[in-house]
């Protein structure tokens, strides 16, 4: 007979928002023990469930007071994830009632899924390979990595920079306007010619991702309309949106209009809206536009962007300064012909010079620890206006970053079934998320509406049923998302990310 280990108090000590809370359990914990896998694992879950339970007591406060709402929910998931190891319980019983859907970035090393034969084209576990991510030899999830890409990577980096030197670029030294070297900036310009816009290297300035761009480009916009005394500066926010330009704004003394948009409209900004907001604020002179939408996973068709040019059209022509930031972040993540002709709208030639669009490579390649971004304005002169934003904010771009961002343009413009491939992964977690919420809202009605989105960006966006927010659905589901004043918007809507975790069958 099996003698029950003695009962004894399991005492944790969360520290919230500045207060401590203990939280004690009096339970029977088993060390691992295979003739009681079973009965171990059923007091595990129900410990994890408890202090999950209470920890959203506690959580729940803090978000209702205005704290960030991503940071949140990551903050309690990683709360408890710390916990439950600190406790033992099972990696299994973890994996079984923790599900993280807050991050958007997509962990290639932790890619499971296989459609078909291993090895073949719908084998998804090779991507950290294909990539160049996986080290050689390493362990894929039971693929062995070969590391080729990862070893041509950085022979391209070698070769590239001994390219450079023969032109008389050397990134060993201090670069003057900090905007990076002349040579990629080229070739990014490229980039915008398949949606029949034309640019040049003077139009292209990188940065450590989309964000640092959008950073510096606000910067550098406040700077231009600090010195030809056109401050206040207002930029509109549609919402829900994407939070973090709003603080940049913010932090860079724009004045912030947020309009909030409707279901209805699928959260998209309509040209009537867009002409109230700027007639009813002078100052409004910036328009962040996410064209492919985070949170939502709605895009904007080629009518809808066209409408609303036509309402800037008259503002244009009567000499008010409107400038359209367009967030590119999740361009190449959805339908290739509906990313070109969405994009081939701003070739118009009112609405070009006028525009100015935020790229990156984290999400449409997954690079997101790389930091691979740039911005193509369509004015030569107001790039050369905000520059300054450049070079003081940062002295000099770093070589071997530059370096590496050839080498990934390089494998990206000659193996463009990588991309491909990509969203062909995106699209089957996608379909695989919007089953399982459905599922879930089958058994236990927890949702209003299960979005399909647009077949693009890497998340899925949902409205929840009357009394349920994201904690209560974390409670009762285990998969914790975003609430929507994460985006400036309503807590009966959630984000969900593809990202991190594989969707089960």
């Excluded at 978000?63 to 299994?92: D, F, K, W, Y």
């Excluded at 700077?223 to 549609?238: K, S, W």
């Excluded at 070009?352 to 004015?379: C, E, I, Q, Y």
């Amino acid at each position: 007979m099996r003698t029950m280990p003695p009962l004894f108090a399991v005492r944790h000590v969360c520290a919230i928002e500045g207060s401590t809370v203990v939280i004690t359990h009096d339970k029977h914990v088993d060390s691992p023990d295979p003739s009681n896998h079973f009965s171990s694992l059923q007091e595990q879950r129900a410990l994890l469930q408890q202090i999950r339970q209470e920890l959203i007591q506690h959580y729940r406060p803090v978000l209702q007071q205005g704290a960030g709402a991503i940071r949140v929910m990551a903050r309690l998931v990683n709360e408890l994830e710390s916990r439950c190891r600190e406790l033992h319980i099972s990696p299994t019983v973890m994996q079984a009632e923790i599900t993280n859907r807050t991050i958007g970035d997509v962990n290639v090393r932790l890619i499971t899924e296989c459609e078909g034969e291993p090895g073949g084209p719908g084998d998804y576990r090779m991507l950290a390979d294909e990539l160049g991510v996986a080290l050689p030899g390493e362990d894929l999830s039971g693929y062995a990595a070969t590391g080729e890409t990862y070893l041509w990577l950085r022979d391209q980096m070698l070769q590239i920079e001994r390219e450079l030197l023969q032109q008389g670029i050397d990134l060993r030294i201090y670069d003057i306007l900090a905007t990076g070297n002349r040579v990629l900036r080229a070739q990014l310009a490229e980039h915008v010619r398949d949606w029949g816009i034309t640019a040049t290297a003077d139009q292209v300035y990188l940065g450590l991702g989309a964000m640092d761009t959008l950073d510096k480009t606000l910067r550098g916009l406040a700077h231009v309309a600090r010195v030809t005394n056109q401050l206040p500066i207002g930029i509109l926010f549609p919402e829900p949106g994407f939070g973090t330009p709003e603080w940049q704004a913010n932090s860079h003394g724009y004045t912030l209009h947020r309009f909030a948009t409707s279901a209805s409209n699928l959260f998209k900004l309509t040209p009537g809206q867009l002409d109230d907001q700027l007639q009813q604020f002078a100052d409004l002179r910036v328009i962040y536009l996410t064209v492919s939408s985070n949170p939502t996973t709605f895009a904007y068709t080629p009518e809808e962007l066209n409408a609303l040019f036509a309402v800037l059209r008259p503002y244009w022509q009567a000499g008010r300064e409107i400038y359209l930031l367009a967030d590119l972040a999740y361009i190449g993540t959805g339908v290739p012909a509906d990313d070109r002709a969405r994009m081939a709208t701003f070739a118009d030639p009112e609405v070009w010079p006028h525009t100015l669009f935020a790229h990156s490579l984290s999400k449409t390649h997954t690079l997101t620890g790389d930091r691979f971004g740039w911005v193509t304005m369509g004015n030569p002169q107001l790039a050369a206006e905000i520059a300054p934003a450049w070079a003081n904010s940062m002295a000099s771009l770093p070589a071997d970053w530059q370096l590496r961002f050839m080498a990934y343009v390089k494998l990206i413009d000659e193996r463009p079934w990588l991309g491909e491939k990509l969203r062909a992964f995106y699209r089957y977690r996608r379909a695989r998320l919007v089953a399982q919420l459905r599922k879930i809202d089958a058994e236990q009605h927890l949702f209003e509406q299960v979005y399909l989105g647009d077949d693009a960006t890497v998340y899925n966006w949902s409205q929840l049923r009357p009394d349920e927010d994201a904690f209560s659905l974390f409670e009762k589901t285990g998969i914790a998302g975003v609430p929507g004043s994460g985006f400036g918007y309503s807590d009966e809507f959630v984000r969900f990310a593809i990202g991190v975790i594989p969707i089960p069958d």
